[in-house]
């Protein structure tokens, strides 16, 4: 089967049985609205049809053909003929309901990942192509293809994310702070602002650190200190020993000891440093994507980055900012 067939005859016939599994027996849409949108449909009538009852089993109110008309009135021409059709087309039963949803659904990301794919090769340059294919995918694997909504159906998302614990978020591990963040959540961007020499690397590399202790991934990248630089601060904040003896190589007899133990603890850390200069968002995006599991990243910093045009891709450099 390929794209054509699913954009033509075999969606429309798997969104009349859906539509009229559901005006037969109401109650089977119980079965479809955890994966099922009505996005998912192409046909206006159904789509309308649709969202219609899941709103009435939102709101638990009665769900039956002869009221679903108003759902469809102005959008097609005898909308009651339409809703019988749909229930002929069914074969008079709701019991292959469920499955025909799942197969609309399914045809639905198809559709969408082709498309998606489709744009992508129109318009995204050779840096941001590979990302976004990846993107495309996983969020095919997902579920996650598809960015339109309503505003019921984030509502069910929502009610539905209840039962499944608490929303997933990162803690910076300052509890004063995360009393006021909530939380830092996946989509989130987060600006570290302050002036010069106060200490925001420092904050961040604590932050990342808080992070990883807890076994979240975090990919630091550090355009203004190299890895070791990194590894030397960390050592002597958790050992003790004075920064400028591990820059000099000048130990006491205890330092040993004391940076062996410390260097322990930061085995364990799932911290991945990337030092290298310059970095554009594109290689972030791709790189984040291919690690997969990273839940914090942490740019050091911002404004040692360039845009994926290069650092001269803008004339003015708070567009490039911005861009980025």
Not at 19 to 38: H, Q
Not at 118 to 140: S, Y
Not at 245 to 256: C, L, P, V
């Amino acid at each position: 089967m390929n794209l054509y067939d699913i954009e033509g005859k075999y969606k429309q016939r798997l969104e009349i049985s859906v539509i009229g599994s559901i005006m037969i027996e109401p109650r089977v849409i119980k079965e479809m609205i955890g994966f099922l949108n009505a996005s998912d449909f192409d046909m206006k009538p159904c789509a309308a049809v649709y969202a219609w009852a899941m709103d009435r089993y939102g709101s638990g109110e009665p769900i039956d053909p002869t009221i679903a008309l108003e759902s469809i009135q102005g959008i097609i021409e005898e909308p009651d003929k339409f809703l019988a059709n749909c229930m002929n087309e069914t074969g008079g039963t709701y019991v292959n309901g469920p499955y025909h949803a799942e197969l609309l659904h399914k045809a639905a990301e198809d559709i969408r990942l082709y498309h998606g794919v489709e744009q992508a090769l129109r318009e995204c340059d050779a840096k941001d192509l590979p990302a976004e294919l990846i993107r495309l995918g996983q969020d095919a694997v997902r579920g996650n293809l598809g960015k339109r909504r309503t505003m019921n159906e984030l509502v069910n998302q929502l009610f539905d994310s209840f039962s499944s614990g608490p929303t997933k978020r990162v803690d910076t591990g300052f509890q004063k702070l995360d009393g006021y963040l909530m939380g830092m959540r996946p989509g989130n961007l987060v600006i570290l602002a302050a002036r010069p020499g106060v200490g925001k690397s420092a904050f961040a590399m604590q932050i990342a650190e808080n992070v990883a202790k807890t076994g979240k991934k975090v990919v630091v990248y550090s355009m203004e200190m190299k890895g070791e630089e990194l590894a030397e601060r960390l050592i002597a904040n958790h050992s003790g020993v004075p920064m400028d003896h591990i820059i000099q190589h000048e130990f006491e007899k205890a330092d040993w000891q004391k940076m062996t133990d410390a260097a322990n603890e930061l085995y364990k850390l799932p911290i991945i440093v990337n030092d290298e200069a310059n970095v554009a968002p594109s290689k972030v995006r791709t790189e984040a994507l291919e690690i997969g599991d990273a839940e914090l990243i942490v740019v050091d910093y911002v404004g040692l980055m360039e845009s994926d045009g290069g650092k001269r891709a803008k004339e003015n450099r708070n567009l490039e900012l911005g861009s980025i």
